[in-house]
């Protein structure tokens, strides 16, 4: 094979996602066939439904910063905005069923060896495999030396 004709990327919309995106790039054999998912897990989800105060539109407020932000990644990629998907729930699941209904041959997740929110996409990365339907590539992201 000697690329892939679709690809869903799977981004934390930090200042890694360039590198996930240049690698998409790298393997894609056609214009238009980069998508990305940006995916937020429900608060109430992440910290337990018994949170005492309504989330939502804390919630709106995060999808819509993190829907900007992919937007500019898409924009700086060339990828089109109705390739950017931002959506609520399990990360995992998420992106597999992206992936299953865009019938992408590759997801692309970063992989990180660091703490803090980079140990969840290294997770991440780890968790889709076995799920998957097609490739899993988990690019490595460096630690940026301060």
Same mark, same amino acid.
């Given at each position: 094979?000697?690329? *892939?004709? +679709?690809?869903?990327?799977?981004? %934390?919309? !930090? ?10 790039? #790298?393997?894609?054999?056609q ?13 109430a989800?992440? *910290?337990?439904? %018994?949170?005492?105060?309504?989330? !939502? ?7 819509q ?6 937007i500019? *990644? ?15 729930? #399990? ?8 992936a ?10 970063? !992989? ?10 290294? #997770?991440?990365a +780890? ?12 690019? +490595?992201?460096?630690?940026? +030396? !301060?």
């Amino acid at each position: 094979m000697e690329g *892939y004709t +679709k690809i869903l990327v799977a981004i %934390d919309c !930090s200042d890694d996602t360039p590198a996930l995106l240049r690698r998409a790039a #790298s393997l894609s054999t056609q214009k238009n066939s980069i998508h990305l998912i940006h995916v937020i897990e429900p608060l109430a989800l992440a *910290y337990g439904a %018994d949170v005492p105060m309504d989330v !939502s539109e804390l919630q709106h407020n995060l999808t819509q910063r993190a829907q900007e932000t992919a937007i500019k *990644y898409a924009d700086e990629f060339d990828i089109p905005h109705d390739n950017v998907f931002v959506e609520l729930g #399990s990360i995992e699941k998420a992106i597999q069923d992206k992936a299953d209904k865009l019938e992408a041959e590759l997801i692309i997740v970063g !992989s990180h060896t660091r703490t803090g929110w980079a140990v969840l996409l290294g #997770s991440t990365a +780890k968790g889709l495999v076995p799920g998957a339907h097609c490739d899993v590539l988990a690019v +490595k992201i460096e630690q940026h +030396k !301060s």
